[in-house]
């Protein structure tokens, strides 16, 4: 089992809609970071939290560290949102950081 | 400010060479990360350094190796690269000492391709 689990693996969605992604760990940590990633490489960081919620425009994170999980939502999808989004989450036993293997997000004009 | 730059942008070497990427961090980050990216593994970290010294280093043979300089800049070094590590080569700039619970500001990547 990874230490790290996304879900959806890939989600297309209509303009407009809600979008939620959803991290799950295994491992102790104190922060989790979400990554958007664009065709050509591209990384860029969207959050990093270790509570409670943040919101960024219209990218909303929450965690729940005694649940082990994290989700980003996407409110009034648009199509430059298209990206691959990925948690990351650095370990508290090693300090090593540890990648989902992301999400593929497709909203449709 | 300017941010993370990486060069080169395109490499293509062959089976047993050597290589070296560089990565310049966004002016006063002294935290300097490496990662590889491939298809089939996703993102995986490589090491991480802080004021020339590195701090942490991920699962991957010893032919991966890298430095930091007094400026911050950084180097990592593949020697007798295998075709396994093609790959994209991100490195990521951070302020605090340890740049893993820190925000970290990416590079846009070094493909390397090795045939």
């Known amino acids: 089992k990874n230490e790290v689990e996304q879900s959806p693996q890939n989600l297309t969605a209509q303009e407009g809609e809600f979008i939620t992604i959803n991290c799950s760990y295994s491992?102790?940590?104190?922060?989790l970071h979400w990554l958007q990633q664009h065709p050509g490489g591209g990384i860029v960081s969207l959050f990093m939290?270790?509570?409670g919620k943040k919101k960024h425009g219209r990218l909303i994170a929450t965690i729940n560290i005694q649940e082990k999980h994290s989700s980003l939502h996407i409110t009034a999808s648009h199509p430059r949102d298209s990206a691959v989004y990925i948690c990351?989450?650095?370990?508290?036993?090693?300090?090593?950081?540890?990648f989902g293997k992301g999400t593929r997000l497709h909203i449709l004009p | 400010k300017a941010g993370v730059t990486q060069t080169p942008r395109y490499l293509i070497k062959t089976r047993g060479q050597q290589v070296t990427l560089s990565c310049s961090p966004i002016?006063?980050?002294?935290?300097v990360s490496w990662y590889q990216q491939t298809p089939g593994q996703g993102l995986q970290f490589l090491f991480e350094?802080?004021?020339?010294?590195?701090?942490n280093k991920g699962n991957f043979p010893g032919r991966f190796s890298g430095r930091q300089f007094s400026n911050s800049r950084s180097e990592m070094n593949v020697s007798t690269l295998e075709l396994g590590d093609s790959a994209l080569y991100l490195c990521?700039?951070?302020?605090?000492?340890?740049?893993?619970?820190?925000?970290?500001?990416f590079g846009p990547g070094t493909r390397l391709t090795v045939l």
């Open positions: 990521a700039s951070s302020l605090a000492w340890t740049g893993v619970t820190d925000t970290q500001y």
């Open positions: 491992v102790g940590i104190s922060a």
């Open positions: 350094y802080f004021s020339e010294t590195q701090r």
């Open positions: 990351a989450v650095p370990m508290n036993r090693d300090d090593k950081i540890i």
């Open positions: 002016s006063g980050h002294r935290s």
């Open positions: 939290l270790s509570s």
